[in-house]
């Protein structure tokens, strides 16, 4: 992928993963305000569970979103650094393709395949 093409398309990315953060943090103020005015009595109230999942939900959803964001920002240091599009581990070139589908991706098919098996073992 073409390094000015990669930087728009991560620039966009990194756009929507801050208005994601934004959205999920301002629904995540409304729902601890939401679980504070309910009983505390969690064990006994149905929505206290409910509130509580949703909590869990929305900070999961914050907290990928946020390393998104640095994965982004790591993927456009590597474009300043004329690096990009580089494997990480073994160096060869990362295929178009995986770079359509994940402009910030650090590793070829090959690593990145190896990597998720020894993560398996």
Same mark, same amino acid.
């Given at each position: &992928?073409?390094?000015?093409? *990669?930087?728009?398309?991560?620039?966009? =990315?990194? /756009?929507? +993963?801050?208005?994601?953060? $934004?959205? &999920?943090?301002?629904?995540? *103020?409304?729902?601890?305000?939401?679980? =504070?005015? /309910?009983? +505390?009595?969690?064990?006994? $109230?149905?929505?206290?569970?409910?509130? *509580?999942?949703?909590?869990?939900?929305?900070?999961?959803?914050?907290?990928?979103?946020?390393?998104?964001?640095?994965?982004?920002?790591? *993927?456009?240091?590597?474009?300043?650094?004329?690096?990009?599009?580089?494997?990480?581990?073994?160096?060869?070139?990362?295929?178009?393709?995986?770079?359509?589908?994940?402009?910030?991706?650090?590793?070829?098919?090959?690593?990145?395949?190896?990597?998720?098996?020894?993560?398996?073992?």
């Amino acid at each position: &992928m073409d390094p000015d093409n *990669a930087r728009g398309s991560l620039d966009i =990315a990194r /756009a929507e +993963a801050i208005e994601l953060i $934004d959205q &999920m943090s301002a629904r995540l *103020a409304s729902v601890v305000d939401a679980a =504070a005015e /309910a009983t +505390a009595d969690d064990e006994h $109230d149905p929505e206290g569970s409910t509130l *509580a999942f949703e909590r869990g939900q929305l900070v999961a959803q914050i907290e990928r979103s946020q390393v998104k964001v640095v994965e982004i920002d790591i *993927a456009l240091e590597r474009i300043a650094l004329g690096t990009y599009g580089i494997c990480e581990r073994c160096g060869t070139q990362i295929g178009p393709a995986r770079l359509e589908v994940l402009p910030a991706a650090r590793l070829c098919i090959t690593c990145a395949n190896a990597r998720d098996q020894s993560r398996h073992w």
